[in-house]
């Protein structure tokens, strides 16, 4: 089948995607958003484990057209449901919703959800016929409509988000035809002391998770604040698309004091959006505590923020390179506060101190000490971050100090410097590359182990030939022979040899009727041999044939006979007898209903070989609830257990503690 070409939106299409609550499958919804977006959309990527509430919220702030969805963990059909009856009832039912789920949304759930008022259900039968490009044709078509058009006496009531996210989509979009709400907006701004406080950086620099740290803190700070965010991410030159991913790293705005908004640059070059000013008036007028404005991160040039911010922060990381590179950095010359985020990789204290000279000779503060500049090591992934803390406190004082905000932080500081804690000990962090090191050394080892056996092999094989030969120097030869034997053999590992004259010990006892071993003490004999429908001896375990000293041990230093090191076919010279092998693997509904099944799938057996499998809520680590989007995923593709309770019911009439 022949791909279509990408259809061609009219409009600006904002899409929001995502996966559903408790489904960590994002292979599907990270490829179809990649497509969307090289179709010319924008689109807004929460990731996977996503409440019907964050995606609803999200798609309103950010005034989206559609939202797309995968869920291939079960429950689709509450919470898609859920989702249609959030936007009915916050009024926002333009919102478009198509969703994807392979082979687990079935053909007659597709028609009740489409019926329902899901837009469109993707199922594999779709790709089959139309493709990857189609589907995501299909779905951005339906998605072309304007968004900020009709935003008349919107202005009036910013203290409703949606007014706010269109008449942003407005200034984006129709600022010709919504200039006289603009304009009124403006004149609201311009009586409005809400402070800016601009962030910019390189890309890669952490500005985000940054961002996430300072809006979490500020939050515990503030009780009765608010806060506002915009984030401007780059649009592709080539397609006009944009990937405005910064809410991945969002934890903290899930809370209605916060409001976000990302723009797409929808220029080339550029660290912000033309129509940021405009976002920023809106914002303003909405009378906001403080609104946070982060810039897409595009190189060494983004002094472009200071027109638009009161207050501004750099974010870095210790990788600068040399530290004559510090001299090119802009922003170095303007930003109050400097943070080198990721403190924790290598160098991070000398990229500190190099920093700290730099802002010191471009400011001219050559009688303040340089410990005193205002230069922070972060590691903005880490859980209450002394470096982190005391950037929160610096940037609200700065605020402060050049706004005259009313923003009296008793936020607590520590003197400590940003260290990395780590859950695996320093020492122990390149544990697994060690393992695969010894290996790798094993390896190399046993292949040089086979080449001297080899050797040894031809060596003693050339002795008793000769000890056959009638040649006159045949002494002669034999003493030189066995010179070069005995001289080569100081390379073989003692066990090795051991191994090669013990060979024949092992096959003899596999040719044996019987096999006797111990475990724990206990000494058990079997059966080597079984006996097929026509009579004939078939051995349990067939040894290979090989005769040549290099093969044998290569063979037994690599593979070996089971109950041998390295054990490659099982720790026990023989499988157990008397018990059939079964997984009595079960999962479903509540702890009683799986309770019943195991009893049923072990009844009889010498052994209880339970396995058990959890729904997504209990491996997520969440409680059941009868909220739509959790209620429909509980004992769904497993058993749903939330309390020692219901461990103790799921595992009843069974021993834990038995070997067996």
């Known amino acids: 089948m022949q791909e279509p070409n990408p259809y061609q939106p009219i409009n600006k299409i904002r899409i929001v995607t995502a996966a559903s609550l408790f489904d960590g499958h994002d292979a599907a919804i990270n490829i179809m958003r990649r497509i969307i977006q090289a179709t010319g959309c924008e689109v807004i990527h929460l990731g996977h484990d996503r409440s019907v509430e964050e995606v609803v919220n999200c798609a309103i702030e950010e ?4 939202i797309a969805m995968t869920s291939y963990q079960g429950g689709h059909n509450e919470y898609l449901k859920y989702m249609y009856d959030l936007l009915q009832e916050k009024g926002s039912s333009h919102i478009r919703i198509f969703a994807g789920g392979g082979g687990t949304i079935l053909p007659e759930e597709i028609k009740e959800l489409q019926d329902y008022g899901i837009c469109r259900i993707y199922h594999p039968d779709d790709g089959r016929a139309m493709g990857l490009q189609g589907m995501i044709n299909d779905l951005v078509q339906k998605s072309d409509f304007p968004t900020g ?9 910013l203290s409703n988000v949606q007014n706010i996210a269109r008449l942003i989509s407005a200034a984006e979009n129709f600022p010709k035809e919504s200039e006289k709400e603009l304009n009124a907006i403006k004149k609201l701004a311009d009586q409005s002391k809400t402070p800016v406080l601009g962030i910019t950086g390189t890309g890669g620099a952490g500005k985000s998770s940054l961002v996430d740290e300072l809006v979490r803190r500020f939050l515990i700070d503030f009780s009765d604040k608010r806060l506002a965010i915009i984030s401007v991410d780059p649009s592709k030159r080539k397609t006009g698309g944009a990937l405005l991913g910064d809410r991945i790293r969002m934890n903290a705005i899930k809370n209605n004091r916060v409001y976000m908004r990302s723009l797409a640059t929808r220029q080339a070059n550029l660290a912000l959006s033309a129509h940021v000013n405009k976002a920023l008036d809106i914002l303003k007028a909405a009378k906001y505590d403080l609104i946070i404005l982060e810039t897409s991160g595009i190189g060494q040039s983004d002094t472009e923020i200071l027109e638009h911010s009161d207050a501004s922060l750099y974010v870095m990381t210790p990788e600068f390179g040399a530290a004559t590179q510090l001299e090119k950095i802009d922003m170095l010359d ?17 990229a500190l101190r190099d920093v700290k000279k730099q802002y010191q000779r471009n400011h001219k503060l050559f009688e303040t000490d340089v410990n005193q500049m205002p230069v922070f090591g972060t590691i903005a992934s880490q859980f209450n971050d002394p470096g982190a803390n005391s950037l929160y406190k610096a940037l609200i004082n700065k605020v402060v100090e050049k706004t005259g905000a009313s923003l009296d932080s008793s936020f607590e500081i520590s003197k400590e410097m940003s260290e990395k804690i780590f859950v695996i000990p320093a020492k122990r962090n390149r544990y697994l590359a060690e393992i695969a090191d010894t290996n790798r050394a094993y390896d190399a080892w046993a292949e040089q182990q086979k080449i001297v056996a080899q050797e040894l092999y031809a060596l003693n094989a050339s002795i008793q030939s000769l000890e056959q030969s009638k040649s006159k120097d045949k002494e002669q030869l034999k003493k030189q022979l066995k010179a070069i034997y005995n001289e080569r ?14 060979w024949n010990d092992i096959k003899q006892a596999y040719k044996k009727d019987k096999f006797i071993y111990k475990v724990r003490k206990k000494e058990i004999t079997i059966q080597t041999h079984t006996e ?3 009579g004939s001896q ?18 037994q230093l690599q593979e070996n006979v089971p109950g041998k090191f390295p054990y490659t076919s099982g720790i026990f010279p023989f499988k157990r007898q008397g018990e059939d092998p079964t997984r009595m693997f079960a999962g479903e509904g509540g702890p009683e209903r799986t309770n019943k099944r195991f009893h049923y799938v072990s009844l009889g057996m010498p052994a209880k070989r339970l396995s058990t499998a959890f ?24 058993v749903s257990i939330c309390c020692l309770d219901d461990a103790k019911k799921l595992y009843s009439g069974f021993n834990l503690c038995s070997s067996s």
Not at 152 to 157: E, L, M, N, P, T
């Open 538 to 555: 078939i051995p349990k375990i067939s040894v290979p044939k090989y005769s040549s000293w290099g093969d044998l041990l290569h063979w």
């Open 149 to 157: 058009k009709d935003v008349q006496d919107c202005f009036k009531d």
């Open 489 to 502: 053999i100081i390379d073989l590992d003692p066990k090795n040899m051991l191994l090669i004259e013990g």
């Open 532 to 534: 097929s429908l026509s």
């Open 334 to 350: 303007f930003a109050d506060i400097i943070a080198i985020n990721k403190f924790d990789k290598r160098g991070s204290l000398d």
């Open 615 to 638: 729904d997504s809520v209990t491996l997520y680590g969440n409680d059941p609830d009868y909220r739509p989007d959790i209620y429909g995923k509980i004992g769904n593709a497993g």
């Open 63 to 66: 005034d989206a057209n559609a």
